[in-house]
T-cell receptor, first 111, second 114 residues
Framework: KQEVTQIPAALSVPEGENLVLNCSFTDSAIYNLQWFRQDPGKGLTSLLLIQSSQREQTSGRLNASLDKSSGRSTLYIAASQPGDSATYLCAVEAAGNKLTFGGGTRVLVKP | DGGITQSPKYLFRKEGQNVTLSCEQNLNHDAMYWYRQDPGQGLRLIYYSQIVNDFQKGDIAEGYSVSREKKESFPLTVTSAQKNPTAFYLC?????????????FGSGTQLSVL
């Protein structure tokens, strides 16, 4: 059974610092890994999707890497801003189009 | 604006009562999903539908029911058989149910028990 873990559960950084968020999964037989952002009391917004054949994806200040063999992904957010404060979730897609989500990392960027 | 609309934003259920959560999308997507989110936990799939008049159980379907009479609509009923219904419920859609499909989410409904 696939398990997805995100550590730490919460993170606080001063504005301007780079954010590093971690996601690990137990079964490397995945089709892709996605990173989502969730604001309090809201739905999820897709940030990046890395297919299993890719090593990384970039969008603006966001960069996500994927190491399938070690079961890890990292989301980097450069030069963090208070508007980056949110919960970030990762999810892996496996056979049967089954998505397994991590519990999320709650990020606070202090001005 | 294209998107997914969930209503109501907050819902309260009394003991033994069935309640229905609404989900409407105008993205012309074939696939729709219902997820449950508990604090600090990942989302868990309740039901999904790939096409009108068809739906499948997810990982935690017990105590829930759905219908898909229209492409745009995928309501979720939380029945009295669901003994621990307090959670944040999220509806999502994708163009199809396939690999590497991007998911679009609604803003969620918080269900609490009175």
């Amino acid at each position: 059974k696939q398990e997805v873990t995100q550590i730490p559960a919460a993170l606080s950084v001063p504005e301007g610092e780079n954010l590093v968020l971690n996601c690990s999964f137990t079964d490397s037989a995945i089709y892709n890994l996605q990173w989502f952002r969730q604001d309090p009391g809201k739905g999820l917004t897709s940030l990046l999707l890395i297919q299993s054949s890719q090593r990384e994806q970039t969008s603006g200040r966001l960069n996500a890497s994927l190491d399938k063999s070690s079961g890890r992904s990292t989301l980097y957010i450069a030069a963090s801003q208070p508007g980056d404060s949110a919960t970030y979730l990762c999810a892996v897609e496996a056979a049967g189009n089954k998505l397994t989500f991590g519990g999320g990392t709650r990020v606070l960027v202090k001005p | 604006d294209g998107g997914i609309t969930q209503s109501p934003k907050y819902l309260f259920r009394k003991e033994g009562q069935n309640v229905t959560l609404s989900c409407e999308q105008n993205l012309n997507h074939d696939a729709m999903y219902w997820y449950r989110q508990d604090p600090g936990q990942g989302l868990r799939l309740i039901y999904y539908s790939q096409i009108v008049n068809d739906f499948q159980k997810g990982d935690i379907a017990e105590g829930y029911s759905v219908s898909r009479e229209k492409k745009e609509s995928f309501p979720l009923t939380v029945t009295s058989a669901q003994k621990n219904p307090t959670a944040f419920y999220l509806c999502a859609s994708s163009q199809n149910r396939g690999t590497n499909e991007k998911l679009f989410f609604g803003s969620g409904t918080q269900l609490s028990v009175l």
